[in-house]
């Protein structure tokens, strides 16, 4: 019953815009290419918890981005990294700009521009499937030395040389999923 209760509550932040000026409706935070609502139940609790405080903080993209008037489109905007310090908040905040992006070679040029080394792969359809998704599609990878704390534990968050972000996306620019990883020292 819990768990229901927090899924609720969860996908309640779902709805609001992604930073969209007409206020359209904005896609759901996707992980694996389902809605997150739907994947609630494979995280432990405070993986949960995380998500939910995510999900509250940083409803748009707006939030998740520092706003100049020469970056209307959100696409030389500067990721608030001051205030991403879990893996959870960052894998929001890279979704949302995504979504509003639109394009892999959007996202190259975002992550490139917050200080990230960013570089796009094909996916073939097989590893596709993974994210719900029938055709081919792209990966793009970035990697930026850590410049803040991140929580992911005391030991990491000490031994923490680096943070790896991918985005998978169709195919179309479309994101499906993002991960984050610490890589150590």
Known sequence: MKRLIISAVASAYLIPSVGFADNEKAPEFLSFGRPFSEQSEKLSAREL??????????QRVDDCVEKTEATLDFGLSQMRWNELNTLEKVNLCVFRPAAELNSYERMLKWFNSNGFKAISTKRPQSVMRFYQHDSDGILVSATAPIDGPIRVGLLDRLL??????????TSDGKPLGVNTTITRK
């Open 160 to 169: 923490a040389h680096s943070v790896s972000v991918g985005v998978t996306l």
């Open 49 to 58: 918890q995380r998500y939910e405080r995510a999900l509250g903080k940083f």
